[in-house]
T-cell receptor, first 115, second 114 residues
């Protein structure tokens, strides 16, 4: 695609429910990143993929968070048993490789609200 | 650990004027990269400019320039001839030891007035 696409753009969910956030990277980009942006804060790194592999999951806030990537393309970030503190904008980015972050392109994010 | 500090939560500038957004950083690495991103109200992060720690010249991209002072550990963004469309959040970031994740500051909100 022309850019990084994220869906849904907005999600309101009840506390305790599971949610799935989707990221469709730029075609040909092997690296994919997930960040979280809480209100008034900078971006917090969550996880990255090189191809379908996620070498470092230490940025995920808790074991309720998981992510996968299939076919070296679309990635899904899943949050189980959502809590109010999970409310944030979840941003996805992709780049040709992980060698440098210079060429990372971001999507418009998914705004998650847990009520 | 790397850390980015942006001390200006909000800035105002008049159209066509220049504005400087401050960024200081802390790192123990000898080699690192510094980035500025713009985030308009639409939410996406737009890459503006990059400065490598070994680059001797300040980076420039059109109306954007990065005032890199390595000894002071500062990487201020200068926007010349501000436009109304420059109104947005601006984030400074540094790449981590791993080279694949960025540490972001809390951002500066810039409002350009007519």
């Amino acid at each position: 695609g022309a850019g990084v696409s994220q869906s849904p753009s907005n999600k309101v969910t009840e506390k305790g429910k599971d949610v799935e956030l989707r990221c469709d990277p730029i075609s040909g980009h092997t690296a994919l990143y997930w960040y979280r942006q809480s209100l008034g804060q900078g971006l917090e790194f969550l996880i990255y993929f090189q191809g379908n592999s996620a070498p470092d999951k230490s940025g995920l806030p808790s074991d309720r968070f998981s992510a996968e990537r299939t076919g070296g393309s679309v990635s899904t970030l899943t949050i189980q048993r959502t809590q109010q503190e999970d409310s944030a904008v979840y941003l996805c980015a992709s780049s040709l490789t992980v060698v440098t972050s210079t060429e990372a392109f971001f999507g418009q994010g998914t705004r998650l609200t847990v009520v | 650990a790397q850390k980015i500090t942006q001390t200006q939560p909000g800035m105002f500038v008049q159209e066509k004027e220049a504005v400087t957004l401050d960024c200081t950083y802390d790192t123990s690495d000898q080699s690192y990269g510094l980035f500025w991103y713009k985030q308009p109200s639409s939410g996406e992060m737009i890459f503006l400019i990059y400065q490598g720690s070994y680059d001797e010249q300040n980076a420039t991209e059109g109306r954007y320039s990065l005032n890199f002072q390595k000894a002071r550990k500062s990487a201020n963004l200068v926007i010349s001839a501000s436009q109304l469309g420059d109104s947005a959040m601006y984030f400074c970031a540094i790449d981590t030891n791993s080279g694949y994740a960025l540490n972001f500051g809390k951002g500066t909100s810039l409002l350009v007035t007519p």
